[in-house]
Every structure is written in structure tokens, then in C-alpha cells.
């Protein structure tokens, strides 16, 4: 089965750090530009940074710009995003999703499920 798996959410407290790994399983992503999107409670889905199918190329949303970093390690077919000094709008789940032809948009092949992220003291 293709999926993408989205892992590392959880609690975390205003400027704290989180690293969320998104992991492909069925597929190998080493031809896929990656997005991560987040979606809080009564919002639309935010399309929040991404990367190119070889890591040369990424791009953020200005909301999370200096704040977070994405990366990619396709030898472990897995796809990173480390966020610093988070706050509590922060709070959302995070997806990842993988298009073998466009980047960042909002076409893509695979997406994850999901993963909650939420910021508290």
C-alpha cells in the first residue's frame, strides 16, 4: 500500500522545539517534491514549507519562515520538519504530502493522515 506516515507530534510548550518526520511507505520518495500543511480547528489548511524532490529547493509560508526547516533524507525515504520557537498558533495538525510533478501547490499524489501538534503551557 503507498501511503505517507506522519510521526512525531505531540504537547509541547511555548518556545519549545518539535521535529516532525513524515515517511513513505510503499514508494520511494526520491522523485517527489514534499509539502507540509497544517489545518487548526476552524481554519482553512495552511500550506506551510516544501521541498524539492532533491533538497536544493524549499520554500516557507512567512507564518513559520525562521522558525521552522524542512529537509529530506531519501535514503531514509523521510522527510523532516524541525520547528523552533513554537507558539501557541502553532497548534494544528500537520500533514505531508508528495507530488511527483509540481511543487508547492496544492496537487499532490499521496497524502498522510495527520499528525497533532499542540502548543501549551
Known amino acids: 500500500q503507498l501511503q505517507l506516515v506522519e510521526s512525531g507530534g505531540g504537547l509541547v510548550q511555548p518556545g519549545g522545539s518539535l521535529r516532525l518526520s513524515c515517511a513513505a511507505s510503499?514508494?520511494?520518495?526520491?522523485?517527489?517534491?514534499i509539502g507540509w500543511f497544517r489545518q487548526a480547528p476552524g481554519k482553512e489548511r495552511e500550506g506551510i514549507s516544501c521541498?524539492?524532490?532533491?533538497?536544493?529547493?524549499?520554500n516557507y509560508a512567512d507564518s513559520v519562515k525562521g522558525r521552522f526547516t524542512i529537509s529530506r533524507d531519501n535514503a531514509k525515504n523521510t522527510v523532516y520538519l524541525q520547528m523552533n520557537n513554537r507558539k501557541p498558533e502553532d497548534t494544528a495538525i500537520y500533514y505531508c504530502?508528495?507530488?511527483?510533478?509540481?511543487?508547492?501547490?496544492?496537487?499532490?499524489?499521496?497524502w498522510g493522515q495527520g499528525t497533532q501538534v499542540t502548543v501549551s503551557s
Open positions: 504530502a508528495a507530488s511527483r510533478t509540481f511543487y508547492c501547490s496544492d496537487k499532490y499524489d499521496y
Open positions: 510503499g514508494f520511494t520518495l526520491d522523485y517527489y517534491n
Open positions: 521541498i524539492n524532490y532533491n533538497g536544493g529547493r524549499t
